[in-house]
Every structure is written in C-alpha cells, then in structure tokens.
C-alpha cells in the first residue's frame, strides 16, 4: 500500500470510529497495518489526499509547536535531556466532536505514546486542546538537528493542517548519561 493511501484510510478511521492509538498496531510482517514502518516513521503526506482530504495546508500557522525543558520554552536541544512537546492544532470547531486525529514524529529521538517500531511516531486522537507528548533527545558526540512535524484532520472530507519546527541539538550541554552510554 502506498503511503498516502495508508494515511487516507488513517484519517478515515480517526474521523468515522475515533480511533484509538491501540487500533494502530504493527503486524506480524514487520509492517504498520495503518501507516508503513519502520522505514517510513516520519513520514507524512505531501499532497491533499484526493476525497477523504481534498487540501493540505502546508506550513499552516493553525498549527504550533513549544519544546520545553522545566516549564520554559528552549531554542536548542540537549543530547539525552528529555523535553515536553506541545502540539496545538487550533480549536477544532463545534462541527468535529471528536476533535483532530493527527500524526506526530520527531526525525531523531523517541516521544511518548509512539509504537514500538517507530519511537518517533505517535499518534493521536480526540486531540481538542494543545497536546503535550514527551521527548528524549538520542544522546550523539556530533551536532545534528530533530524535526518535528505533525499532520492532522478533524474527520473525512476535511482539509490536512501540517507545520514542523526544527531544533539543532547542542553536544555542548549533551546529558552527563550520555557520555556513559
């Protein structure tokens, strides 16, 4: 399956039923029933999906990000730190009572509520207010930069909203376990 038609059965799903991350398993052949991996994991659409999503607002200014580290706002990541990831797709409206379904990874690392196969995919549902997932930055000796993207619909139909924000990792402040690993 191709992975556009994947995400357009994912956002079927998310907007008839309110799927649930549990819904959104790997199968014994190494791949995502829903959405391929793990070479894949931080894929996401780069085109509106015919009918089910007939636009994709790229860089859509709906959709926020805020990475933080002990309640404050960084410009910076630090290898092995662990940081909380807030995703605001905007208010869904009154006319998506299930909220946003929405994909979101990280290029490097591992979030919270992501599947075994992918650390840095989560996926989730009934998402009507600012989504808060955690973040570990992978502990590496080089520089390097993570991005965060997130792609997501209030239901079948519906536009796609995405955006990213890219943060450069700082070996510099790189966790004391790092240099233990």
């Known amino acids: 399956m191709a992975p556009i ?6 956002a079927l799903f998310c907007g008839r039923v309110a799927a649930h991350p549990h819904m959104i398993k790997a199968s014994g052949n190494g791949t995502n029933d829903l959405w391929l991996a793990p070479a894949v994991c931080s894929d996401h659409p780069s085109a509106a999906l015919g009918t089910a999503h007939p636009v994709l607002v790229a860089n859509s200014p ?4 805020a990475v933080k580290s002990k309640g404050e706002v960084v410009t910076k990541l630090c290898p092995g730190l662990k940081y909380k990831v807030t995703v605001d797709f905007g208010d869904p409206g009154t006319d998506a009572p299930f909220g946003y379904c929405a994909l979101v990874t990280a290029s490097l690392g591992q979030l919270s509520r992501s599947e075994k196969e992918c650390p840095n995919k989560s996926v989730v549902t009934k998402v009507k207010k600012p989504k808060v997932l955690r973040y570990k930055a992978p502990c590496n000796s080089t520089a390097y930069s993570v991005q965060f993207k997130a792609t997501g619909s209030t239901g ?13 990792a700082d070996p510099t402040c790189a966790s004391k376990k790092c240099s233990k690993a």
């Open 5 to 10: 038609t994947i995400v357009a059965v994912l």
């Open 62 to 65: 709906q959709l926020t990000f």
């Open 156 to 168: 079948p139909g519906m536009q796609l909203i995405q955006n990213q924000q890219t943060l450069q």
